[in-house]
């Protein structure tokens, strides 16, 4: 028998083991499903709406209540009054309340004759999201209020309405925000947060895959069904697992840039290809990890293990160069983080093919990785010489 036939004779076993075993398709297509809705309804807005901001008014004037009001008209902020601080400090211990602002008594009269009242506001830094929403939301009304006082006073002091703006803000500030314009965090996260779920959802599922045949004692008659071509076996797997992942990635690339219209500089048919790069990058990642650890229940931890690490290392939470050296040089070792590299170059800049080959190149090296297992895991499919428990 060719290599091909057996190739397809493992892959028509495989769907006959997806029939009785409705595990894979739950642990693929419904758990991918389930992520997509999340992420995308979590900011269908765009941007969180409605932080509760913890107000303390001792002053009660007339600068301070148009303070809070302004605070409460913005799209992020949400303001709770408080009669004290310690309530304000209870409902923050609670989480109740992501931040709080005290404004002191005497504000507005301070403000006026120039001594620089104090302004304390507190942020939960647990609260990463909301906190530094929050924050942002409470310094720029802060900079508003007080260049409105100061626009006062300068009007007061007979200065023309012309001199007035150079003088609050003598540099003006000409802000272009590249490939997400609207700020929409619905898109910064979904674009990257989405293809990270699917790569782990890869790496696990064909490490189960791989490692269930050891687990059960099926590998043998795997390998008999090959003539013992460990090669023909898992590429007759990994057939089957390519189409079903292609196919979920393609799926989210059309929601998102179709459906949900994400910025996209660049043409979805790369981006396609760069999603399919990563596919099978993460199942021969998956064969690596198994066939280094050919014990199903280990592989497993370490694919998680590794996936999960994924996500602080591929670039787009927080960027490589700031990473420590020795953490830094990791990052290497996942297909997301060229699958990002791909999507800034085509996705934000639509640099076309002169901006992405050599990620194309990488994500394709990664399919030489389990030629340093191969041999291991055939090995531990013949002998079957490892703990089962």
Known sequence: MGFWPKTYAVLQRELRIWVKRPIYLVGTVFVMAFCTIFYLTFLKDGVPADVPIAVVDNDMSSTSRNFCRQLDATQLGRVVYFDTFAEARSAMQNGLVTSICVIPEGFDRDILSQRQPTFSFYINGLYFLG???????????????????????????????AMIPGMLRPVDIDVHQIGN??????????????????????VIVFIYSLGTELKYGTSRHLLDLTGHDIYAAIIGKMLLYTLLFTIIGW???????????????????????????????????????????????????????????GLSLTGFTLPIEALPAGIRGLSFMYPLRYYYMFYIKEGIFGTGFAGWYPYVIVLLLFLLAPLICIRRLKHAYIHLDYDRN
């Open 251 to 309: 799926n989210l690339q059309v929601i998102l840039y179709k459906w949900c219209h994400f910025p996209l500089a660049g043409s979805l048919g790369n981006m396609m290809l760069a999603m399919f790069l990563m596919v099978i990058a993460c199942e021969a990642i998956a064969v690596t990890i198994i066939g280094l650890v050919p014990v199903c229940r280990f592989a497993l931890s370490v694919g998680a293990l590794y996936t999960v690490l």
């Open 131 to 161: 906190g530094s929403l929050a924050w942002k939301d409470i310094l720029m009304m802060i900079n508003l209020t007080a260049g409105a006082v100061q626009r006062e006073v300068l009007r007061m002091k007979g200065v023309s309405e």
């Open 181 to 202: 314009a609207t700020m929409n965090y619905g898109a910064y996260l979904a674009n990257m947060m989405l293809p990270a779920m699917l790569q782990m959802v890869i």
